[in-house]
């Protein structure tokens, strides 16, 4: 059985400018393996997000091919991509998008309510969540009611709440001051690693780059 979770080949995507074109992405390749976490590093502007929207099937490349845990996505109709996402991957952003009439317990559970689990179940998968993440005290409070850590902590459960054998992070910890984000950080590699997943993680702190298994770098459209 392939151990490959991403396979991206050939990627192009250019975006229009008026009468100007502009090359954001040109032939990259990428593989991505069960168990590897990966820095994507670039300067702002550089193409980091537009990559991950491709990777995630969120958005559709120009030129090249996409396949997730070996199956062939490029030419996918829109339900069947989302059958991948939502079956596959995980996203945590830069800003946690927690619903905020929801609790913790609740923004957790609900994709996985969406993905086919009973509630009982998915209640039960969100609280233990919430404990790997050290915030079973914060279970019934909404949004508003935690810090900045907190919140992107319950952001990165929501991702994995579903199992998923993908995580694409861009810039989860961008919000976060340095002290917060490294915690958070420390939190986001220890259930990644602990899951065996693969993960792409774009960031601008080389010091958390150095931190995982390698780091791939955007430049002027390549991926070096």
């Known amino acids: 059985m392939s151990n490959v979770t991403l396979q991206l080949n050939g990627i192009g995507r250019t975006f229009r400018q008026g009468k100007s074109r502009l090359e954001v992405l040109r032939d990259v390749d990428l593989t991505l393996n069960a168990g590897e976490i990966v820095a994507l590093v670039g300067p702002s502007g550089s193409g980091k997000s537009t990559l991950l929207h491709i990777a995630g099937l969120l958005e559709k490349p120009d030129a090249g091919d ?17 059958r991948l996402r939502r079956h596959h ?7 946690h998008h927690l619903l905020p009439e929801f609790t913790a317990l609740e923004n957790i559970a609900i994709p996985q309510i969406i993905a086919g689990s009973p509630r009982r179940e998915a ?16 279970a019934t409070h909404r949004p508003a009611r935690l810090s900045g850590g907190e919140q992107q902590r319950v952001a990165i459960g929501r991702a994995l709440a579903n ?20 915690d958070v950080f420390d939190v986001l590699i220890q259930l990644v690693r602990g899951a065996g997943l693969a993960a792409l993680i774009a960031t601008h702190n080389p010091d958390l780059a150095a931190r995982m298994d390698r780091t791939v770098t955007l430049d002027d459209g390549h991926l070096v």
Request: glycine share 10%; hydrophobic share 40%; with cysteine.
């Open 66 to 82: 996409i396949a997730i845990c070996g199956e062939a996505a490029t030419q996918l109709d829109d339900d069947a991509r989302t």
């Open 89 to 95: 991957m995980g996203f945590v952003y830069q800003y």
């Open 123 to 138: 209640k039960g998968r969100a609280a233990e969540m919430l404990e790997w993440l050290g915030l079973s005290e914060r």
């Open 163 to 182: 199992a998923p054998k993908l995580l694409l992070a861009d810039e989860p910890t961008g919000n976060l001051d340095p002290h917060t984000a490294g």
